[in-house]
């Protein structure tokens, strides 16, 4: 038997001699780890041969051996996914900005000065609940090991999954999403029937997905 060190939990397990050389999950905290080959294989003997680098070292990406680290985080769009309700709200700002500014205090249209006032601060409290609520709610984590969707922002509830275990990450997009270049993400995984982590609304979802794909056995 080979014995292993986890690099994330750093507690030791067994692998059996046939999977050096490959990848297994630690048993204790689920991390990915590589086995080393056999000391006097051949595997070990056998010098690298040009263009056999593992996919993120060619897209120039952290390997998915050694300490995790985090590549990108990803928060929902607002203006690029609700083009138009980005306009109303800018639009009933600068309304009530108009009123609030253009009513004269002494004139017949004075009272306008109110509604004015009414209007500016509904739409700041309606831009300050959409960006808590639909951007920074949700966010996506991309590290050299897994996916991780957190929800919350004082308490999170996350969920995640491993690279070498993604089965199927789908994309959802309409005529007007692929034009502004959003869309939906749904990452499901081999162990699960359904989709584990879903998250709308997400800029460049193809290029989220691209960089998945580098991270997993295919």
């Known amino acids: 038997m080979i014995r292993i060190e986890c690099d994330n939990c750093e507690r030791t397990f067994d692998a059996r001699p046939e999977d050096a050389g490959g990848k297994m999950p630690c048993p204790f905290c689920g991390d990915v780890n590589r086995i080393p080959a056999r000391a006097g ?48 709200l800018v639009g009933l700002f600068l309304v009530g900005l108009i009123l609030a500014v253009g009513a004269g205090g002494e004139s017949i249209w004075g009272w306008l ?15 300050v609940v959409w960006f808590v609520f639909a951007h920074l709610w949700v966010k996506l984590t991309i590290s050299n090991k897994r996916t991780v969707r957190h929800e919350g922002i004082i308490r999170r509830n996350t969920s995640e999954v491993l690279h070498d275990h993604v089965r199927n ?30 998250v709308r609304d997400i800029p460049r979802p193809y290029e989220l997905k691209a960089l998945i794909d580098e991270y997993r056995d295919m």
């Not at 595997?43 to 120039?60: C, L, Q």
């Not at 952290?62 to 680290?69: A, K, L, N, V």
């Not at 000065?113 to 831009?127: D, H, K, N, S, V």
């Open 41 to 88: 294989s051949e595997a070990a003997k056998a010098k690298p041969v040009p263009g056999s680098e593992p996919k993120p070292a060619k897209a120039d990406l952290p390997p998915d051996s050694g300490p995790e680290r985090d590549i990108c985080v990803v928060h929902p769009a607002m203006f690029r996914a609700h083009p138009f309700r980005y306009l109303a």
């Open 113 to 127: 000065r109110w509604p004015g006032i009414l209007m500016i601060l509904g739409a700041i409290a309606w831009w």
């Open 169 to 198: 990450v789908e994309i959802r997009q309409s005529f007007w999403q692929r034009l502004l270049k959003v869309g939906y993400v749904g990452i499901s995984s081999s162990g699960q029937d359904g989709i584990e982590i879903e």
